[in-house]
């Protein structure tokens, strides 16, 4: 069955950085548009990065310039370099799928 898990979340101090990776498995991802969204407490789920099978990407206003999405086909797997992280990015951040499947989910928290 298909299956996201998310790894990489943890804590850092505002202007540092976090890779987070997403491992995908019962589905190919080449195939699909794939992406990352973010839940914070109290706030609405924001999408915050997709990349399509062609490789165009797109990222939130708040985000451009700071994350990077990329993905490797060969290992079914996407990931999402966050630098200069400031304490708003604090969220649970998921992978997903154009096919509206969703991992567990990994905490990144930026605090002092």
């Known amino acids: 069955q298909v299956q996201l898990v998310e790894s990489g979340g943890g804590l850092v101090q505002p202007g540092r950085s976090l890779r987070l990776s997403c491992a995908a498995s019962g589905f190919t991802t080449s195939l699909y548009t794939m992406g990352w969204f973010r839940r914070a407490p109290g706030k609405q789920r924001e999408l915050v990065a997709s990349i399509t099978n062609s490789g165009t990407t797109n990222y939130a206003a708040s985000v451009k310039g700071r994350f990077t999405i990329s993905r490797d086909n060969a290992k079914n797997m996407v990931y999402l370099q966050m630098n200069s992280l400031k304490p708003e990015d604090t969220a649970v951040y998921y992978c997903?799928?154009?096919?509206?499947?969703w991992g567990q989910g990994t905490q990144g928290t930026v605090s002092l």
């Open positions: 997903y799928n154009c096919q509206g499947d």
